[in-house]
């Protein structure tokens, strides 16, 4: 290239107010856009290695920054976190408060100030920062969770990049993890009673009572999280669940034993109607998917004690609980496919695909025989 080597980069006016500049030497490309207020901002350009022309790329990537800064009242140059926090401020204002409080406290669990990429600068952050902060979510979590989670990320950050907040869509983008449409028999753990007892002598009180819930019932975790003591009526508890496209309300009533009876009647003792039913340390509802930081710290201590014969199988979450309690109840009470099915939420499809092997012959014979 003919341009000589100098500090300040060669400029091209692309539009009024809008150039593109090449700095000889390094050889790097850079946008130059001046806003509504008459200040000058710069974006370094990723262009490619070994693009076919690196001006109609360069030119290109200027041009859809240009687009997105005269949306924009003046350009936002900040982190991650002030990103989703403009996010959830937006929501407010558009008098979304209910998604916003939903929206606040699930970037609080996923997203705490202690998470590197909370003060990551939004603009310099890369597709590999996203993906390690994925992977810092996995533990004790359920594909589908993580998901969700990755889903929300973008959806706040795409929002902030309309406000004006630059950054780069292609690095928090992320592929969806596999095996996320159901707790299927690859994903699906189940735990030993003597496991299960190990995990709730490991686990916080509150904890323990929480996991116990999910043991006696078969629920979700976000089932029983969300369920009140107005919910118990001292014999069934009330879940609602959401499911579909578009998520609908579904409710149902699973059926205790007297066991189960008794433990929730103890955890409602003494409670007002709307009060949780089985609360976090604080006496509040936990906090979407907190109840994922209990069980590890529950595993850890667990590991960390046990012998080695004893130690815990690999992917052990809070839905492990809910995978134990459908197996028993098909395989040690005998309890029908259809009633299980209808007790914790799931369907008979589910039920054969993820727990076939945990149903009694006579019912398999049973369900061949309705499929004929």
């Given at each position: 290239?003919?341009?000589?080597?100098?500090?300040?980069?060669?400029?091209?006016?692309?539009?009024?107010?809008?150039?593109?500049?090449?700095?000889?030497?390094?050889?790097?490309?850079?946008?130059?856009?001046?806003?509504?207020?008459?200040?000058?901002?710069?974006?370094?350009?990723?262009?490619?290695?070994?693009?076919?022309?690196?001006?109609?790329?360069?030119?290109?990537?200027?041009?859809?920054?240009f687009v997105q800064m005269r949306g924009a009242a003046s350009a936002k140059r900040g982190t991650v976190r002030n990103a989703v926090d403009y996010y959830?401020?937006?929501?407010?204002?558009?008098?979304?408060?209910?998604?916003?409080?939903?929206?606040?406290?699930?970037?609080?669990?996923?997203?705490?100030?202690?998470?590197?990429?909370?003060?990551?600068?939004?603009?310099?952050?890369?597709?590999?920062?996203?993906?390690?902060?994925?992977?810092?979510?996995?533990?004790?979590?359920?594909?589908?969770?993580?998901?969700?989670?990755?889903?929300?990320?973008?959806?706040?950050?795409?929002?902030?990049?309309?406000?004006?907040?630059?950054?780069?869509?292609?690095?928090?983008?992320?592929?969806?993890?596999?095996?996320?449409?159901?707790?299927?028999?690859?994903?699906?753990?189940?735990?030993?009673?003597?496991?299960?007892?190990?995990?709730?002598?490991?686990?916080?009180?509150?904890?323990?009572?929480?996991?116990?819930?999910?043991?006696?019932?078969?629920?979700?975790?976000?089932?029983?999280?969300?369920?009140?003591?107005?919910?118990?009526?001292?014999?069934?508890?009330?879940f609602t669940h959401r499911k579909g496209r578009p998520p609908k309300l579904k409710t149902r009533y699973t059926v205790l034993s007297v066991e189960g009876a008794e433990f929730f009647k103890r955890m409602s003792s003494g409670k007002a109607?709307?009060?949780?039913?089985?609360?976090?340390?604080?006496?509040?509802?936990?906090?979407?998917?907190?109840?994922?930081?209990?069980?590890?710290?529950?595993?850890?201590?667990?590991?960390?004690?046990?012998?080695?014969?004893?130690?815990?199988?690999?992917?052990?979450?809070?839905?492990?609980?809910?995978?134990?309690?459908?197996?028993?109840?098909?395989?040690?009470?005998?309890?029908?496919?259809?009633?299980?099915?209808?007790?914790?939420?799931?369907?008979?499809?589910?039920?054969?695909?993820?727990?076939?092997?945990?149903?009694?012959?006579?019912?398999?014979?049973?369900?061949?025989?309705?499929?004929?």
């Amino acid at each position: 290239m003919s341009l000589p080597v100098r500090r300040e980069p060669h400029w091209l006016k692309l539009d009024e107010g809008a150039y593109l500049g090449f700095r000889r030497g390094p050889d790097t490309w850079i946008a130059r856009f001046r806003d509504g207020t008459g200040e000058q901002n710069y974006n370094a350009l990723k262009v490619p290695a070994h693009v076919r022309d690196e001006f109609v790329e360069a030119k290109r990537l200027a041009e859809e920054w240009f687009v997105q800064m005269r949306g924009a009242a003046s350009a936002k140059r900040g982190t991650v976190r002030n990103a989703v926090d403009y996010y959830l401020t937006h929501l407010e204002r558009q008098g979304r408060t209910e998604a916003a409080h939903v929206a606040r406290k699930r970037f609080g669990v996923i997203l705490p100030d202690s998470d590197p990429l909370a003060h990551r600068k939004l603009e310099s952050a890369k597709r590999e920062d996203f993906e390690q902060w994925r992977e810092r979510l996995m533990p004790g979590r359920q594909p589908q969770s993580v998901n969700r989670y990755t889903d929300s990320m973008a959806a706040a950050l795409n929002a902030a990049l309309k406000g004006g907040h630059i950054g780069d869509a292609r690095a928090w983008s992320l592929d969806a993890l596999t095996n996320d449409a159901s707790h299927d028999e690859e994903t699906a753990v189940f735990l030993s009673p003597a496991h299960r007892k190990a995990l709730l002598a490991n686990a916080a009180p509150f904890a323990a009572d929480f996991f116990r819930g999910l043991e006696l019932t078969g629920a979700r975790p976000g089932e029983l999280a969300r369920a009140r003591v107005s919910d118990f009526d001292g014999e069934q508890i009330r879940f609602t669940h959401r499911k579909g496209r578009p998520p609908k309300l579904k409710t149902r009533y699973t059926v205790l034993s007297v066991e189960g009876a008794e433990f929730f009647k103890r955890m409602s003792s003494g409670k007002a109607p709307d009060d949780p039913l089985i609360g976090n340390p604080q006496g509040k509802p936990w906090p979407s998917a907190s109840w994922g930081d209990a069980m590890r710290a529950a595993i850890a201590a667990h590991q960390q004690s046990c012998e080695p014969t004893g130690r815990l199988p690999p992917g052990v979450s809070a839905y492990a609980f809910r995978h134990s309690r459908i197996s028993e109840l098909l395989q040690v009470h005998g309890i029908d496919p259809l009633t299980v099915a209808v007790q914790t939420g799931t369907s008979l499809h589910q039920i054969e695909k993820t727990y076939y092997k945990f149903i009694p012959s006579v019912m398999k014979a049973k369900l061949a025989a309705v499929k004929d």
